[in-house]
Protein backbone atom coordinates (compact mmCIF):
# COMPACT_ATOMS: atom_id res chain seq x y z
CA UNK A 1 0.00 0.00 0.00
CA UNK A 2 1.74 2.91 -0.81
CA UNK A 3 1.54 6.60 1.08
CA UNK A 4 -0.63 9.04 0.38
CA UNK A 5 2.06 11.79 -0.30
CA UNK A 6 4.37 9.60 -2.51
CA UNK A 7 4.20 9.00 -5.83
CA UNK A 8 6.30 6.53 -8.05
CA UNK A 9 8.78 7.63 -10.72
CA UNK A 10 9.04 5.82 -13.96
CA UNK A 11 12.32 3.59 -12.77
CA UNK A 12 9.74 2.95 -9.98
CA UNK A 13 11.47 4.76 -7.23
CA UNK A 14 9.47 6.41 -4.85
CA UNK A 15 9.55 10.39 -3.95
CA UNK A 16 7.72 13.14 -2.22
CA UNK A 17 7.93 17.07 -3.66
CA UNK A 18 9.41 19.55 -1.09
CA UNK A 19 10.38 23.34 -1.64
CA UNK A 20 14.49 21.98 -2.40
CA UNK A 21 13.50 18.59 -4.74
CA UNK A 22 12.30 15.24 -4.56
CA UNK A 23 12.98 13.48 -1.38
CA UNK A 24 13.32 9.59 -2.65
CA UNK A 25 12.38 6.55 -0.37
CA UNK A 26 12.85 2.76 -0.36
CA UNK A 27 9.69 0.21 0.13
CA UNK A 28 10.46 -1.70 3.41
CA UNK A 29 9.02 -4.19 5.71
CA UNK A 30 8.56 -3.71 9.14
CA UNK A 31 10.08 -6.30 11.24
CA UNK A 32 7.80 -6.02 14.01
CA UNK A 33 4.25 -5.50 12.81
CA UNK A 34 5.32 -6.46 8.91
CA UNK A 35 3.51 -4.21 6.98
CA UNK A 36 5.23 -2.08 4.01
CA UNK A 37 6.97 1.17 5.62
CA UNK A 38 8.82 3.43 3.60
CA UNK A 39 12.29 5.27 4.73
CA UNK A 40 14.03 7.89 3.41
CA UNK A 41 17.22 6.52 1.20
CA UNK A 42 20.05 8.17 3.07
CA UNK A 43 18.72 6.96 5.91
CA UNK A 44 18.15 3.53 4.53
CA UNK A 45 21.28 1.38 5.54
CA UNK A 46 21.35 -2.72 4.49
CA UNK A 47 21.73 -4.66 7.57
CA UNK A 48 20.62 -2.75 9.92
CA UNK A 49 16.58 -3.02 11.37
CA UNK A 50 13.68 -1.03 10.43
CA UNK A 51 10.48 -0.48 11.71
CA UNK A 52 7.82 1.58 10.48
CA UNK A 53 7.17 3.92 13.78
CA UNK A 54 8.91 4.25 16.97
CA UNK A 55 6.69 2.27 18.67
CA UNK A 56 7.28 -0.76 16.63
CA UNK A 57 10.71 -0.07 17.22
CA UNK A 58 10.39 -0.24 21.06
CA UNK A 59 8.29 -3.50 20.82
CA UNK A 60 11.37 -5.36 18.59
CA UNK A 61 13.71 -7.30 20.84
CA UNK A 62 16.23 -5.86 18.35
CA UNK A 63 16.10 -2.63 19.91
CA UNK A 64 17.11 -2.48 23.22
CA UNK A 65 16.85 0.45 26.13
CA UNK A 66 18.99 -1.28 28.14
CA UNK A 67 21.53 1.24 28.75
CA UNK A 68 18.21 4.60 30.25
CA UNK A 69 18.90 5.44 33.40
CA UNK A 70 22.57 3.84 34.05
CA UNK A 71 25.00 5.98 35.54
CA UNK A 72 29.03 5.70 36.00
CA UNK A 73 30.55 2.21 34.30
CA UNK A 74 27.28 1.25 32.92
CA UNK A 75 26.39 4.30 30.89
CA UNK A 76 26.95 3.49 27.20
CA UNK A 77 29.12 6.95 27.30
CA UNK A 78 31.20 6.12 29.71
CA UNK A 79 34.83 7.94 28.75
CA UNK A 80 36.81 5.74 31.78
CA UNK A 81 35.51 8.21 34.85
CA UNK A 82 37.53 10.99 34.04
CA UNK A 83 36.51 14.25 32.51
CA UNK A 84 37.16 18.13 32.36
CA UNK A 85 35.94 20.79 34.33
CA UNK A 86 34.84 24.01 33.00
CA UNK A 87 37.34 26.05 35.35
CA UNK A 88 40.17 23.62 34.05
CA UNK A 89 40.19 21.01 37.25
CA UNK A 90 40.14 16.96 36.62
CA UNK A 91 36.97 15.22 37.46
CA UNK A 92 36.96 12.04 38.84
CA UNK A 93 33.75 9.31 39.16
CA UNK A 94 33.98 8.53 42.60
CA UNK A 95 30.25 7.40 43.38
CA UNK A 96 28.87 6.77 47.21
CA UNK A 97 31.72 9.31 48.19
CA UNK A 98 30.52 12.01 50.89
CA UNK A 99 31.65 15.03 48.90
CA UNK A 100 31.02 13.99 45.59
CA UNK A 101 28.33 16.28 43.44
CA UNK A 102 24.72 14.68 41.81
CA UNK A 103 27.07 13.03 39.43
CA UNK A 104 29.09 11.40 41.66
CA UNK A 105 32.13 13.43 40.20
CA UNK A 106 34.89 14.95 42.44
CA UNK A 107 37.51 17.28 42.01
CA UNK A 108 40.66 15.18 41.36
CA UNK A 109 43.13 17.39 43.91
CA UNK A 110 40.86 17.31 46.80
CA UNK A 111 40.38 12.89 46.50
CA UNK A 112 44.56 13.11 45.90
CA UNK A 113 45.00 15.15 49.09
CA UNK A 114 42.30 12.91 51.18
CA UNK A 115 44.49 9.95 50.12
CA UNK A 116 47.57 11.80 51.33
CA UNK A 117 46.21 12.42 55.02
CA UNK A 118 44.24 9.46 54.75
CA UNK A 119 40.69 11.17 55.47
CA UNK A 120 37.81 13.06 53.64
CA UNK A 121 38.20 16.95 53.77
CA UNK A 122 35.39 19.23 55.38
CA UNK A 123 33.71 21.26 53.11
CA UNK A 124 35.59 24.59 54.58
CA UNK A 125 38.89 22.77 53.29
CA UNK A 126 41.03 24.65 50.41
CA UNK A 127 43.31 22.41 48.54
CA UNK A 128 45.48 24.97 46.32
CA UNK A 129 47.82 24.16 43.44
CA UNK A 130 51.31 25.40 44.16
CA UNK A 131 52.56 26.07 40.45
CA UNK A 132 48.77 27.52 39.65
CA UNK A 133 48.81 24.81 37.37
CA UNK A 134 45.14 23.15 37.92
CA UNK A 135 45.09 19.64 36.90
CA UNK A 136 48.63 19.03 37.92
CA UNK A 137 47.67 17.01 40.83
CA UNK A 138 50.98 15.36 42.22
CA UNK A 139 50.64 15.71 46.45
CA UNK A 140 53.74 17.82 46.39
CA UNK A 141 52.00 20.24 44.05
CA UNK A 142 49.46 20.45 46.51
CA UNK A 143 48.33 22.58 50.19
CA UNK A 144 46.08 22.39 52.06
CA UNK A 145 44.14 25.25 53.74
CA UNK A 146 41.78 25.50 56.92
CA UNK A 147 39.52 27.81 55.06
CA UNK A 148 38.98 30.40 52.45
CA UNK A 149 40.30 33.12 54.00
CA UNK A 150 43.26 31.31 54.83
CA UNK A 151 43.68 30.74 51.05
CA UNK A 152 42.88 34.32 49.78
CA UNK A 153 45.28 35.61 52.61
CA UNK A 154 48.31 33.19 51.01
CA UNK A 155 47.25 34.95 47.74
CA UNK A 156 47.10 37.96 48.36
CA UNK A 157 50.47 37.80 50.29
CA UNK A 158 51.78 35.92 46.88
CA UNK A 159 50.60 38.97 45.07
CA UNK A 160 52.39 41.48 47.09
CA UNK A 161 55.76 39.79 46.82
CA UNK A 162 55.60 39.57 42.84
CA UNK A 163 55.12 43.18 42.43
CA UNK A 164 58.12 44.13 44.86
CA UNK A 165 60.67 44.31 41.58
CA UNK A 166 64.82 44.32 43.07
Known amino acids: ?16 ENLYGRLYYIETFCETCGIICYQQSPKFKKGHHHFCGHSCAGKSSYVTHSNKGKFGKDAHRWKGGKKLHNQGYILVYSKG ?39 DNRVENLQLFKNRS ?4 YHRKLDKRRKVKC
Request: aromatic share 6%; hydrophobic share 25%.
Open 97 to 135: HPNANNHGYMMEHRLVMEKHLGRYLTKEERVHHKNGIKN
Open 150 to 153: EHIT
Open 1 to 16: MLRKDLKVTKDGRFYR
